[in-house]
C-alpha cells in the first residue's frame, strides 16, 4: 500500500510550496523596480510560460517519473524566487517568471497523477477525493500563515519574504523526495494524445448551443476571478495605502474564510453530491 504514505508526503509538500510569504508585497517589489505595464506584461507571461511548458514537461514526467517531475519542480520554484530577489530590472524579472512557469507545470501535471495512480494501484480510487479535499484545507492553512506574516518580515527587510519562501520550496522538494512511483500509470505523455485530448476537450465545450453558453460563462467566471485573485486584488489594496503589515492581515482574513469555507464542505460533503 503505497497511497497512505504518498498522500501524506503530497500534503505535507503542498503544504509547504503554500507558505509564500510574498503574496502581500511582490506588488511593491516589483513597483521599486519596473513599472506597473511591466508587471502585468510579466504576470501574462508566467502563465503563458506555464501553458506552453506543460507539453514539453508532461514528456519529461513520463521520462524521469512523476516523483522527479514534483522534486524537480520545488526547487525550480526555489531558484526562481531567488532570480526574483536578485532581480534589478525587466529583463532579470522576465527570466525568472519564466523559471517560476518552467516550476508550475513541472509541478501541475505530475503531482496529482502520482498520488492518484497510487490510490488506483492500491485499489482505493473513491478516497482520492477526500485527500485532495484535505490538501485544499491544508493549503489553505498555509497560505493563511504565509500572508500573514509576509507583510511583517518585509517590515524587517524587503527581502526576507523571498529568503523565507525559497526556504520552504527547498523544503517541499526534499519532502517530494519520499514519494513512492506507482507502478502503474492512468495515462502515459504522447504528442497525439496531447493532440486528440485538445480537440476532443474543445469540440465537448462548444458540442451544443447550451453547453458552448455554459462554457463560454465558466472562462468569463475563471478569467475574472483568477486575474484578481493573482493581480489585480493585490493591487488595489497597494493602491488603497494599506501598508504591508495591514494588506498581509486582510489578505490572510479572506484566506481564513476559505478555510472556514472547506471545512463546512469537509464535513458535509454528503450534501454536494454531483448532480447538486
Known sequence: MISKRNDTVFILSQFFSALMFAIPIWIVFYEQRINT???????????????????PTGAFADLIGRKWSTVAGYFVWAAAVVLILTSHGFFQ?????????LGDALVSG???????????????????????????????????????TGGFLYGIWYGLPYVAWAVVSVIAGIIALFFVEPKIYTERFTLRRYVTQMKRGTQEAFKSK??????????????????????????????????????????????LFNVFVLAALL????????KR
Do not use: C, P
Not at 37 to 55: D, G, H, K, R
Not at 213 to 228: E, K
Not at 267 to 274: A, E, P
Open 37 to 55: 505595464v511591466q508587471i502585468s506584461l510579466l504576470v501574462a507571461i508566467q502563465y503563458a510560460s506555464q501553458l506552453l511548458l506543460e507539453l
Open 93 to 101: 524579472l522576465l527570466v525568472a517568471v519564466i523559471v517560476f512557469g
Open 110 to 148: 505530475a503531482l496529482e497523477a502520482l498520488v492518484y495512480d497510487s490510490h488506483k494501484q492500491d485499489g482505493l480510487v473513491d478516497t482520492f477525493r477526500h485527500v485532495r479535499a484535505r490538501n485544499s484545507f491544508w493549503y489553505q492553512i498555509a497560505l493563511v500563515i504565509a500572508v500573514t
Open 210 to 255: 447550451n453547453v458552448a453558453l455554459m462554457s463560454i460563462f465558466y472562462i468569463a467566471v475563471s478569467g475574472i476571478t483568477w486575474t484578481n485573485n493573482n493581480y489585480f486584488f493585490d493591487f488595489i489594496l497597494v493602491e488603497l495605502g494599506f501598508t504591508d503589515a495591514v494588506r498581509g492581515l486582510i489578505m490572510g482574513g479572506v484566506r
Open 267 to 274: 464535513k458535509n460533503d454528503h450534501l454536494f453530491t454531483r
